[in-house]
């Protein structure tokens, strides 16, 4: 299931507003050390007046300036977050207000697996232009998950941050090799209530929140019981990736992981034997932007010269669902 | 770009409470007659207790039904919503769970094009499935839109309908001739704002339907602008989308269209020069049922025997975004 699609260039945005550790510690009457000592995250991004499609659209504009391209040269809109910025319309479409493309007829459309959206999307969409439906697609995930946190579960609001990172994707010229080589996405329901925000949805309208369920619209998360779970599925889960996609673990040069949180990112690496060298890790100055953080980790290991043309790459995430998800390509 | 994929059953789920023209006269203080007049819709059904994942659930296990085919036997859930039954997890990992395949794996993401999520996923998971990622897909319709009326607001609130509706899509058998003909969708943000819920995502959080913000959480439509806009673009879409096909508006044996509302049908219809025996009408006894209107309207039509193997169909809709999107096949 091989799909000759090549990342073109690729952007990110960080809300001005940077929030440390030793901030949130006063915040929430922490002692000092404890929020990168359980969240391995020093420094991440909080909006002040940002919105998600600002945020998206200028990561949008770096990913095209990397890739060479305009606007006009992009034919689909894909928005690939766990957030969206309102109920209706789509956030692309709201992405695609901000780039000044109102009239411009490019379709734009969500995809939402929550912290998996980016990965899903850049699977969905690779068949689609492998297909033929469309030559150059824009992927953008945009997060704003402080608005969401439950200041009260202190494990879980101190790992996250904001931010957006945006992939252009093509199809690869004839002479050259990029390609995406497997991919594979698992759903266990039996962990749907692992990490969830219950409201805000048909369920538990926006409404109920004035009538005593404010904690119906926080994130809420069992950081053991995903773990457990995560743990049982996930060797099983990547060995059948590498071995539908033909690469071996050794071949993979670098793993871009979700950047779920510092011991979720430790044991993963450990559980599946890969090294400190192959993994991405930035985390510690980004936390976890939920879908943006597979993006964004791309767009930084890219910036670094950790990835190569030619290099075999792995995206490799878990969400909420709970889900396993991940990508072999060729860059 | 002809995908040989074959429709194998649909199926569809009504809440039980019943909601007629008259009682939405008497609790709104209109004038007897108004409602139909005004929305074309007599009947529409609103949920007491039923959720989105339940209803979609019991919508996808009639699907597999008509399909004769086991929950086992497929391998991607895509739920295509305008609305979620919570922000966190996707809705179609919820499917999963009321399935009972909570331990089965099965990979769920959600695709939000609002009122044209089903054509959008349709779209997207027949190339999916082009290129062998998968077998089987359910497709998944499951609108509360009942939970988010604006009361106030008389002319929208009239039009719309709780439901869902589902889908099983295979690859068709070599013998057979089944297949998507072409396809296209349209954003035009310029009508971004023309229908909305400005609330409920990360712009305006639950928490501030509190501070006096309550129409923000509510849907907010300009019938007007919609018109307006769409009535400049549809014409020269259909077109388009004909010609991609290679067919030609004679040879469309049935519209399937997004039951917007009864003048949007009408004019669409004239404007477009479809007869009544080949537009599908469900609007009356189900209103503007979000994204579920044309899989329900398709699930109908199936069952008036209005569609045949071998006719060419155009599934045909707008959505808030603003968007056009359409799809020749044949069924």
Redo the contacts between chains.
């Keep these: 299931?091989e799909?000759k699609i090549k990342i073109l260039g690729t952007g990110k945005y960080l809300p001005t507003r940077r929030v440390t550790a030793a901030e949130l510690e006063e915040k929430l009457g922490l002692a000092a050390g404890w929020v990168e000592k359980k969240s391995g995250v020093s420094v991440r991004h909080f909006v002040t007046n940002e919105?998600?499609a600002q945020m998206g659209a200028i990561a949008a504009r770096r990913a095209l300036e990397a890739a060479g391209l305009s606007l006009h040269e992009i034919d689909c809109?894909v928005c690939a977050s766990?957030?969206?910025?309102?109920?209706?319309?789509?956030?692309?479409?709201?992405i695609?207000?901000e780039l000044q493309?109102?009239?411009?007829?490019?379709?734009?459309?969500?995809?939402?697996?929550?912290c998996?959206?980016f990965v899903?999307a850049l699977?969905?969409m690779s068949?689609?232009m492998?297909?033929?439906?469309y030559e150059r697609v824009l992927i953008i995930s945009s997060e704003?998950s402080s608005?969401?946190l439950n200041w009260e579960q202190k494990e879980s609001c101190v790992l996250f941050g904001d931010g957006a990172a945006a992939v252009v994707i093509g199809r690869t010229p004839e002479t050259e090799s990029s390609r995406i080589l497997g991919?594979s996405?698992?759903?266990?329901?039996?962990g749907?209530h692992y990490?969830?925000?219950?409201?805000?949805?048909?369920?538990?309208?926006?409404?109920q929140?004035?009538q005593g369920r404010?904690a119906d619209?926080a994130?809420d998360m069992d950081g053991r019981k995903i773990f457990r779970l995560t743990s049982q599925l996930i060797t099983g889960f990547v060995d059948r990736l590498l071995s539908s996609a033909s690469v071996t673990k050794e071949q993979i040069r670098t793993v871009i992981p979700h950047q779920a949180s510092g011991m979720a990112m430790r044991i993963m690496a450990g559980k599946l034997g890969f090294s400190d060298q192959q993994m991405v890790n930035i985390l510690a100055d980004h936390g976890n932007v939920i879908a943006a953080s597979i993006p964004m980790a791309l767009h930084e290991a890219i910036g670094q010269n950790r990835v190569q043309r030619g290099d075999h790459l792995m995206l490799l995430g878990t969400?909420?669902?709970?889900?396993l998800?991940g990508i072999v390509l060729e860059y």
């Design positions: 299931m799909r919105t998600a809109i766990g957030t969206a910025q309102q109920e209706i319309p789509c956030t692309a479409a709201l695609q207000e493309l109102s009239k411009s007829g490019i379709p734009c459309f969500d995809i939402n697996a929550t998996l959206s899903t699977d969905v068949c689609q492998a297909v033929g439906i704003i608005a969401g991919s996405m698992k759903t266990y329901s039996e749907a990490s969830e925000i219950r409201g805000g949805g048909t369920l538990i309208h926006p409404r929140f004035a404010e619209f994130f969400s909420a669902g709970l889900s998800g």
